[in-house]
């Protein structure tokens, strides 16, 4: 059984689209994350819920909207993608000061 | 802000060499602190972990150990393998805002038969 689950895994889209990514935890974990790994393997993080209630916003821009529509999913939706959002987005999940558990990742490309 | 500093890579070694990998850290508050491996086209995997000073964290013949007083979390292992071979991160929590991962740069490592 995967514990946390992404998709797709691969998306390949045009600039200005809109897509999302969906993520899926079967842990009964009380938070979720969204994490960006660069093309150098640089990861950041994005978005943090607790119990469907965003308590981590890094400087991200408005055109990422997370979505959690109850405590075992996070989605990410993009707005009109730019060539810079390629990267792969990493979705996690942990119960309160735990370890996380990352999803496989989602490796978006904008063409 | 909180950071993590890891040595730069790639590292490359043979089979059944040491393996030191450097992890340092800044942290306002008591941070837990984790070592992550990502082997090629796969997610992060958590490989050991400490939550408090002194703490020594061990998987799969990997050890690091939690030092206060010269903020590291240095990764070892006696004997490599091939199968060793990805990328590790050096990450810490920090509870006090929202249980925040903040990861180091990783580290590729190399490990040739």
């Known amino acids: 059984d995967t514990a946390v689950s992404q998709t797709p895994k691969y998306l390949v889209t045009q600039m200005g689209n809109d897509k999302s990514i969906k993520c899926e935890q079967n842990l009964g974990h009380d938070t979720m994350y969204w994490y960006k790994q660069d093309s150098k393997k640089f990861l950041k993080i994005m978005f943090s819920?607790?119990?469907?209630?965003?308590?981590i916003n890094e400087t991200v821009p408005n055109r990422f909207s997370p979505k959690s529509p109850d405590k075992a999913h996070l989605n990410l939706h993009i707005n009109s993608l730019e060539l810079g959002d390629s990267a792969v987005y990493f979705c996690?999940?942990?119960?309160?000061?735990?370890?996380?558990?990352f999803g496989q990742g989602t490796r978006l490309t904008v063409v | 802000g909180d950071s993590v500093t890891q040595m730069e890579g790639p590292v490359t070694l043979s089979e059944e060499a040491f393996l030191t990998i450097n992890c340092t850290y800044t942290?306002?508050?008591?941070?837990?602190l984790f070592w992550y491996v990502q082997y090629p086209g796969e997610g992060l995997q958590l490989l050991l972990k400490?939550?408090?000073?002194?703490d020594k964290g061990s998987n799969k013949g990997f050890e690091a150990t939690y030092r206060k007083e010269t903020t590291s979390f240095h990764l070892e292992k006696g004997s490599v393998q091939v199968s060793d071979s990805a990328v590790y991160f050096c990450?810490?929590?920090?509870?006090?805002?929202?249980?925040?991962?903040?990861f180091g740069a990783g580290t590729i490592l190399r490990v040739k038969s």
């Open positions: 996690a999940s942990s119960q309160a000061a735990t370890e996380a558990f």
């Open positions: 819920y607790n119990n469907k209630e965003l308590i």
């Open positions: 990450a810490l929590r920090i509870k006090e805002y929202g249980n925040k991962l903040v």
């Open positions: 400490a939550t408090k000073a002194d």
């Open positions: 942290a306002t508050g008591y941070p837990s």
